[in-house]
């Protein structure tokens, strides 16, 4: 008790500046990143923050936040989904080509239904033959574009269902409803993942999946769940990219992949790490794309873009590792 | 019999080359499949050629085998390959090499310095690398083509006594790699590290210095990967390294090599390698549509990884 108390007199008294130190120490980087660079657009492209033109940028974010949200809760139990540009490229083709003839709900749920299978192939492959996430999404990915490759020497893909195009456009006086939509579901996603068990057992399973599995946590359903949930936003996202664009492409969201990784390791979640939660990786989806925008508005080309993405990418991660060892 | 069945159903005792039945018998399979099926497989021009396929491949396989020995992995090298093929058919030779080979010396340490001191980890800190390596490259050679000097096409295409340098291409990467990974302490150590970089670190050995030279090595067979393709085809493009990525990690995981650390060997990355060169060359002469050939090579991926239960669970 004593010790207890010298402790407690030993401690120095808290200083504004430890305050808001180790406040800002738990906020995940994004925000204060994103803050910056929404202030460096009030200062020199304000333009950018009008309504019409930011929901707009809000818009073109939305299939990125959706596959965000999917591989954010696969890397916090240790594992990653490289196979939604396979998802997204298949989904779009089912909805587009004609292959299937269809009415327009039909080929939705055709088109999430194959990111459940998707995300269920992924899912037996690493919880029960526990092979490497990287390797079984990666060969996924390369099975389902592969058949879409094949499928469209035959029947290109084509216009998007106008039911999806109209709501990809439907907007509440200068607001599209495609944003509110995402930013939506991410905080219901975001408020499950917080106060249900299932939030817990994947915070387990991050933290030691050897642990998890020989305490009995349920570590295949859980794998189950958030590859298939993974596989779902994908499919949702080539649903929000087809009504946006209006037309399908066997080369749609190829790259989502690999930006919504950066994504998810800016919003501050990392492999078996997920002090940003759900949010962080949805708020650092828009602001690469913001960040795109305003690279554009200053007419750097697309290389510099990516160039400067890299480095926004390496500095995030040196200091998320560098917060996550400290804690 | 006895090692394949004890294989399949996972009693199989535990060896660091993981040089099991499947990785041997994988192309071995596929080339008498393809001996039966195809006229032309084992013609003398086919085979020679088959070397020229591989060897690109072979290179950035076997220096990915380092980083994913210790546990990481290097997705950035297909990008430095394009960055590095682009200085290449830029500048002239002698300035082309420097400055290939100095920007896949820096790549390799910032690699390795991110993973081994900064602890990101390796997917993340190789993904940025490439992110501004994808940026890089399309600067450094704005438009396909370049020239490319007599010696270094000779270096790639001549013969020596007879023996098509590509061969010697192929056979010393493998030597040298199978030397350092089998034959030297520094294999050990990389082994070790991969099995439990703790316990490395904790009886005295500096893992640090390991790690990054495995992915300087991983880098520098980026560099000699595209002087091999700049030589083979005459000029570059800006994204000439990119399908390279995926096909060499392909190749490592068909070769038992576990992404997780500690397992494999140049044997299974040559079989791993051999595997991928004999289906697309295959798949070439049965006149196989090309996006079909993608998705074989996905499903021979997934029947590889499937057969080989890990003990670890993760990415």
Same mark, same amino acid.
């Given at each position: 008790?004593?010790?207890?108390?010298?402790?407690?007199?030993?401690?120095?008294?808290?200083?504004?500046?430890?305050?808001?130190?180790?406040?800002?120490?738990?906020?995940?980087?994004?925000?204060?990143?994103?803050?910056?660079?929404?202030?460096?657009?009030?200062?020199?492209?304000?333009?950018?923050?009008?309504?019409?033109?930011?929901?707009?940028?809000?818009?073109?974010?939305?299939?990125?936040?959706?596959?965000?949200?999917? +591989?954010?809760?696969?890397?916090?139990?240790?594992?990653?989904?490289?196979?939604?540009? $396979?998802?997204?490229?298949?989904?779009?083709?089912?909805?587009?080509?004609?292959?299937? +003839? @269809?009415?327009?709900?039909?080929?939705?749920?055709?088109?999430?239904?194959? $990111?459940?299978?998707?995300?269920?192939?992924? @899912?037996?492959?690493?919880?029960?033959?526990?092979?490497?996430?990287? #390797?079984?999404?990666?060969?996924?990915?390369?099975?389902?574009?592969?058949?879409?490759?094949?499928?469209?020497?035959?029947? +290109?893909?084509?216009?998007?269902?106008?039911?999806?195009?109209?709501?990809?456009?439907?907007?509440?006086?200068?607001?599209?409803?495609?944003?509110?939509?995402?930013?939506?579901?991410?905080?219901?996603?975001?408020?499950?993942?917080?106060?249900?068990?299932?939030?817990?057992?994947?915070? @387990?399973? $991050?933290?030691?999946?050897?642990? @998890?599995?020989?305490?009995?946590?349920?570590?295949?359903?859980?794998?189950?769940?958030?590859?298939?949930?993974?596989?779902?936003?994908?499919?949702?996202?080539?649903?929000?990219?087809?009504?946006?664009?209006?037309?399908?492409?066997?080369?749609?969201? +190829?790259?989502?992949?690999?930006?919504?990784?950066?994504?998810?390791?800016?919003? $501050?979640?990392?492999?078996?790490?997920?002090?940003?939660?759900? #949010?962080?990786?949805?708020?650092?989806?828009?602001?690469?794309?913001?960040?795109?925008?305003?690279?554009?508005?200053?007419?750097?080309?697309?290389?510099?873009?990516?160039?400067?993405?890299?480095?926004?990418?390496?500095?995030?991660?040196?200091?998320?590792?560098?917060?996550?060892?400290?804690? | 019999?006895?090692?394949?069945?004890?294989?399949?159903?996972?009693?199989?005792?535990?060896?660091?080359?993981?040089?099991?039945?499947?990785?041997?018998?994988?192309?071995?399979?596929?080339?008498?499949?393809?001996? %039966?099926?195809?006229?032309?497989?084992?013609?003398?021009?086919?085979?020679?050629?088959?070397?020229?396929?591989?060897?690109?491949?072979?290179?950035?396989?076997?220096?990915?085998?380092?980083?994913?020995?210790?546990?990481?992995?290097?997705?950035?090298?297909?990008?430095?390959?394009?960055?590095?093929?682009?200085?290449?058919?830029?500048?002239?030779?002698?300035?082309?090499?420097?400055?290939?080979?100095?920007?896949?010396?820096?790549?390799?340490?910032?690699?390795?310095?991110?993973?081994?001191?900064?602890?990101? =980890?390796?997917? %993340?800190?190789?993904?940025?690398?490439?992110?501004?390596?994808?940026?890089?490259? *399309?600067?450094?050679? *704005?438009?396909?083509?370049?020239?490319?000097?007599?010696?270094?096409?000779?270096?790639?295409?001549?013969?020596?006594?007879?023996? *098509?340098?590509?061969?010697?291409?192929?056979?010393?990467?493998?030597?040298?790699?199978?030397?350092?990974?089998?034959?030297?302490?520094?294999?050990?150590?990389?082994?070790?590290?991969?099995?439990?970089?703790?316990?490395?670190?904790?009886?005295?050995?500096?893992? =640090?210095?390991?790690?990054?030279?495995?992915?300087?090595?991983?880098?520098?067979?980026?560099?000699?990967?595209?002087?091999?393709?700049?030589?083979?085809?005459?000029?570059?493009?800006?994204?000439?390294?990119?399908?390279?990525?995926?096909?060499?990690?392909?190749?490592?995981?068909?070769?038992?090599?576990?992404?997780?650390?500690?397992?494999?060997?140049?044997?299974?990355?040559?079989?791993?390698?051999?595997?991928?060169?004999?289906?697309?060359?295959?798949?070439?002469?049965?006149?196989?549509?090309?996006?079909?050939?993608?998705?074989?090579?996905?499903?021979?991926?997934?029947?590889?990884?499937?057969?080989?239960?890990?003990?670890?669970?993760?990415?």
């Amino acid at each position: 008790m004593s010790s207890v108390q010298s402790d407690i007199a030993d401690k120095p008294a808290t200083s504004g500046f430890a305050t808001v130190k180790s406040l800002f120490g738990k906020i995940p980087l994004v925000y204060p990143l994103f803050a910056l660079l929404l202030l460096a657009a009030y200062i020199e492209r304000p333009m950018m923050l009008a309504p019409l033109f930011f929901f707009t940028i809000m818009r073109q974010a939305v299939p990125l936040i959706l596959v965000t949200i999917g +591989q954010s809760l696969c890397m916090r139990i240790r594992s990653l989904d490289l196979s939604s540009g $396979g998802v997204i490229v298949g989904a779009a083709y089912i909805l587009t080509s004609g292959w299937i +003839q @269809a009415p327009t709900p039909v080929l939705i749920a055709l088109a999430l239904a194959l $990111g459940l299978a998707v995300g269920a192939v992924n @899912a037996w492959f690493i919880a029960i033959r526990r092979s490497s996430a990287v #390797l079984v999404t990666l060969a996924t990915a390369m099975i389902v574009g592969g058949t879409v490759l094949v499928l469209s020497g035959i029947l +290109q893909p084509d216009r998007s269902p106008q039911a999806l195009v109209d709501l990809a456009r439907f907007r509440i006086g200068k607001v599209p409803m495609l944003p509110i939509l995402a930013f939506a579901l991410a905080g219901l996603i975001a408020l499950a993942v917080r106060s249900s068990v299932l939030g817990r057992y994947i915070d @387990a399973i $991050g933290a030691n999946p050897r642990a @998890a599995w020989v305490s009995g946590l349920p570590y295949v359903r859980v794998v189950f769940l958030v590859h298939m949930t993974s596989g779902l936003l994908s499919a949702l996202a080539a649903m929000a990219l087809v009504g946006t664009l209006g037309k399908g492409s066997v080369i749609l969201g +190829q790259d989502l992949p690999l930006f919504s990784l950066a994504a998810v390791v800016l919003g $501050g979640v990392s492999f078996g790490y997920g002090k940003g939660g759900v #949010l962080g990786p949805v708020f650092a989806s828009a602001m690469l794309i913001f960040l795109f925008n305003f690279l554009t508005a200053y007419n750097f080309a697309q290389p510099v873009r990516l160039i400067l993405v890299g480095i926004v990418i390496l500095i995030s991660a040196i200091a998320i590792s560098h917060r996550a060892r400290n804690e | 019999m006895k090692a394949v069945i004890a294989h399949l159903s996972g009693n199989a005792p535990s060896r660091r080359d993981r040089l099991n039945p499947f990785v041997i018998l994988l192309p071995l399979s596929i080339a008498i499949l393809l001996a %039966v099926t195809t006229a032309d497989f084992l013609k003398t021009e086919n085979l020679l050629n088959l070397f020229n396929q591989a060897a690109p491949l072979l290179i950035l396989s076997l220096g990915l085998l380092f980083p994913v020995l210790t546990g990481g992995i290097d997705i950035s090298n297909g990008a430095l390959l394009s960055v590095c093929a682009g200085f290449l058919v830029t500048y002239d030779t002698g300035t082309g090499l420097a400055f290939a080979g100095g920007a896949a010396l820096l790549t390799g340490i910032l690699n390795g310095v991110g993973v081994a001191l900064l602890k990101v =980890h390796p997917i %993340v800190m190789t993904l940025g690398v490439m992110i501004i390596f994808l940026g890089l490259a *399309p600067i450094v050679l *704005p438009a396909s083509g370049g020239d490319v000097s007599e010696s270094l096409i000779y270096l790639v295409r001549g013969d020596l006594f007879g023996i *098509p340098i590509s061969l010697l291409w192929c056979v010393i990467a493998s030597l040298i790699v199978w030397v350092v990974v089998s034959r030297s302490a520094f294999g050990t150590r990389v082994y070790a590290i991969g099995a439990n970089e703790e316990a490395v670190w904790l009886s005295g050995v500096n893992s =640090h210095i390991a790690i990054i030279m495995c992915y300087v090595i991983s880098s520098v067979s980026a560099f000699f990967a595209a002087v091999y393709i700049v030589g083979r085809v005459g000029s570059s493009t800006a994204t000439i390294g990119e399908p390279l990525i995926l096909s060499s990690i392909t190749a490592v995981a068909i070769g038992g090599v576990l992404l997780s650390g500690g397992v494999g060997s140049v044997g299974g990355v040559i079989c791993g390698v051999t595997a991928l060169t004999f289906i697309n060359n295959g798949m070439n002469h049965l006149s196989v549509d090309p996006f079909l050939q993608q998705v074989i090579t996905g499903c021979i991926l997934l029947v590889a990884i499937g057969f080989q239960r890990r003990e670890e669970i993760g990415v």
